[in-house]
């Protein structure tokens, strides 16, 4: 039976008294997308922020492909091949398009040491292709629009040839016409082939999202965070359909 | 003319000293009070070397540079890193350091001033003007240094890595930069600036273990004035004090005494009307 790509056991993160992530435990298969729900303050950006060694978690421990990535640098994660977009963008600003993403490039995973920058520069422009704003390349990144700059998220997040691929709320603060953009591409993304210089097959993902209904067609499994605990895991359908999740969403029996 | 002469060797010394010192500010955090002291070190290792040894003053230019990098990435690894996490305790680690190597200046060549002969004699006039082939050459390795440096920093890989750690370390740290390889290595390359900057100013200064401060004080004015962590920012506002200091050392009456106090008050000013200085990111934007 193979190795699970990710598996996250027992994971805690306490913020004063506050416990941010509670005893979280699962796993995630090759290739597999999972959306990752919640509440607001559920605890979601912290849980990825946990994966991606942005944070340390108090107790647990995360293994990609039978790897502790507990205790690694950040930049150790990334090489491993875990890349992460964030909820509020933080581009280069003072970098061209074209840059941030070539930045991405550098890391030792993407590219074999010693290549000239002019071969990361092509790499770097097959991703913004993928992500659809190539031609802005060589502008500053502070020009961006909302949209654009969630796209910028994305090319940079997937020239470092990631095998897992974290995605903080990536339809967030998008017009609908954009929202359904952006989920073709994560879907394209996927399926991989398109973007087949850089990938033979799509990464597996983690989406967090609020935007349920676009999220619903993407992914494969869904879990729910409440109040930093694993709420509910299982089937888009069974998900929506399960009372604990409704109710907190809802909260109990509406607003009384 | 000599406005002119004196602003342009000023102008690139500090352009030289204040992007060195923005450059480890920018990837690692580090503000460091010592970075002018390695500048007097080096100016002090080419005296020895070239002096005291009679070695060939090209030679010992480049003994001198590689010298003091070495003794910066040394320091950088017994003292700063292991303190990396505590941007104060590194701050106040940096003036410790920088008085110990004054004081290790002081024992090894007294107080007292020492001057180093040109490497190149002669001079040339323009129009009345003396002009000292030493000047040419101090400006000439300059403005080929900060060429070199415009390159590294534009074309390269490496410096790409560094410019996207100025803007934002924990998203550069995020797509896989190693944060501690590359402030050693900008580290070198920033105490290296600190250096050559010495070894070529030298043989136009009067060396003395506190000439150190004159130069911290206005490279930080330059610093504010550029806006932290801009290249670009330092470069340019180098040459603006750099001809500064050259106007009021000229035609103020004892304008040399006034040099430290009129770069601060273009600090202070700076500071109040434009904290974020001339190519600075306003402060709300970082996070």
Not at chain 1, 162 to 191: N, W
Request: include cysteine; aromatic fraction near 8%; hydrophobic fraction near 50%.
């Amino acid at each position: 039976m193979a190795e699970p790509l990710l598996k996250v056991e027992a994971v805690s993160k306490s913020f004063g008294g506050l416990k941010a992530v509670n005893d979280v435990s699962f796993r995630m298969e090759q290739k597999e997308v999972l959306g990752l729900i919640g509440p607001n303050g559920a605890g979601k950006t912290t849980l990825l922020r946990l994966l991606t060694g942005i944070l340390k978690p108090d107790s647990g421990s995360v293994q990609f492909k039978g790897k502790e990535l507990v205790g690694r640098n950040i930049w150790n994660i990334v090489n491993l091949g875990v890349a992460c977009t964030f909820q509020n963008m933080r581009p280069f600003r003072r970098l061209p398009i074209i840059a941030n993403v070539m930045v991405s490039c550098l890391s030792p995973r993407s590219h074999g040491k010693g290549e000239w920058i002019k071969k990361v520069e092509t790499k770097a422009m097959d991703a913004l292709e993928f992500a659809g704003i190539s031609d802005m390349a060589l502008e500053k990144a502070s020009v961006l629009s909302q949209g654009d700059l969630k796209r910028l998220e994305v090319a940079r997040a997937i020239a470092s040839d990631p095998e897992l691929l974290l995605l903080d709320e990536p339809f967030g603060g998008l017009s609908p016409a954009e929202t359904d953009l952006m989920a073709k591409s994560i879907r394209r993304l996927h399926k991989g082939g398109r973007f087949g210089r850089l990938h033979s097959e799509g990464p597996a993902m983690i989406i967090v999202e609020h935007k349920l209904q676009q999220l619903m067609k993407i992914v494969d499994r869904i879990i729910v965070l409440n109040f930093g605990t694993l709420l509910a895991e299982g089937a888009p359908e069974e998900i929506v359909n399960n009372p604990q999740v409704i109710e907190a969403y809802l909260g109990k029996g509406g607003d009384q | 003319m000599n406005i002119l002469i004196t602003g342009l060797i000023t102008g690139s010394m500090l352009a030289l000293l204040a992007i060195g010192f923005s450059l480890i500010f920018g990837v690692a955090r580090i503000i460091n009070i010592a970075h002018t002291a390695f500048y007097m070190v080096a100016a002090y290792c080419i005296f020895f070397l070239s002096i005291r040894l009679g070695l060939n003053p090209f030679l010992s230019m480049l003994i001198a540079v590689t010298l003091v990098t070495v003794t910066g990435l040394v320091v950088y690894k017994l003292v700063i890193d292991p303190i990396r996490e505590h941007e104060g305790a590194v701050l106040i680690a940096t003036i410790a350091l920088a008085m110990f190597l004054q004081e290790v200046i002081l024992q090894l060549f007294t107080g007292d001033y020492r001057s180093i002969d040109f490497m190149i004699g002669g001079f040339f006039t323009i129009g009345g003007y003396k002009i000292f082939y030493q000047q040419l050459l101090t400006f000439g390795v300059v403005l080929i240094i900060l060429l070199a440096l415009w390159f590294l920093l534009m074309k390269t890989r490496l410096g790409l890595a560094i410019r996207s750690m100025a803007e934002d370390r924990e998203v550069a740290n995020l797509m896989g930069m190693n944060e501690s390889r590359l402030a050693m290595i900008t580290l070198a390359i920033s105490v290296a600036l600190a250096g050559i900057t010495g070894v070529v100013i030298g043989p136009l200064m009067v060396l003395n273990p506190h000439m150190w401060e004159d130069p911290l004080i206005i490279m930080m004015a330059v610093v504010v004035l550029g806006g932290l962590g801009s290249i670009k920012g330092s470069f340019v506002a180098a040459f603006i004090l750099g001809f500064t200091e050259a106007l009021v050392v000229f035609l103020v009456p004892t304008g040399a005494f006034l040099k430290g106090p009129v770069a601060l008050i273009i600090m202070i000013l700076v500071l109040l009307i434009r904290p974020e200085g001339l190519f600075g990111v306003a402060f709300e934007e970082e996070r």
